[in-house]
């Protein structure tokens, strides 16, 4: 990452609470780790918001997790109209959906929530791999590696929503 500035987090710095609060919305479904994001501002650099993503996202509790995950669809199933869906689970490949959706399934009901992967960079083989390894995790690990993946999809989503590169896709 940067320390420069960017022109999209200079206006989040000085923009009201309530455009502010909508802005974080579009990264995290979390109400708790937006209102933890909002307080620190100004950030002036992007590393500095990305620390304060990472230290909001490591203060979540379990329910704030729940609430976070609520606001992801299924790997292989983005949301239609949803170009941000849909364009961090572009490595699936359209024969993958339906393992994807199937594992998936198992998992929703041995962990109570979806399978939430940093999409942005794998292939479905990569996902669908990290499912089959992560569907007989414990939920105290599960929820971990939840959070570690929650904190680089916010990471994601906040690089490309204040201008910096975020990593590219796969093709």
Do not use: K
């Amino acid at each position: 990452m940067t320390s420069r500035p960017f022109p999209g987090l200079a206006r989040f710095d000085a923009s009201g609470g309530p455009e502010a609060a909508a802005l974080l919305r579009e990264v995290c479904a979390s109400r708790s780790w937006g209102a933890a994001v909002l307080a620190a501002r100004p950030y002036g650099t992007l590393d500095a918001l990305l620390a304060a993503s990472d230290a909001a996202t490591a203060g979540l509790t379990a329910d704030d997790l729940a609430e976070a995950m609520a606001g992801h669809p299924p790997i292989g199933r983005p949301r239609p109209g949803d170009p941000v869906s849909a364009r961090e689970q572009r490595g699936v490949r359209d024969g993958q959906r339906e393992e994807l959706l199937a594992l998936n399934l198992a998992y929703q009901e041995r962990h109570g929530h979806v399978f939430l992967i940093c999409a942005t960079g794998r292939t479905g083989e990569q996902m669908l791999a990290a499912l089959e390894e992560r569907i007989g995790n414990d939920p105290d690990t599960e929820r971990e590696i939840v959070r570690t993946e929650l904190a680089g999809i916010n990471r994601v989503r906040l690089t490309r929503l204040f201008g910096g590169a975020a990593q590219e896709d796969p093709p």
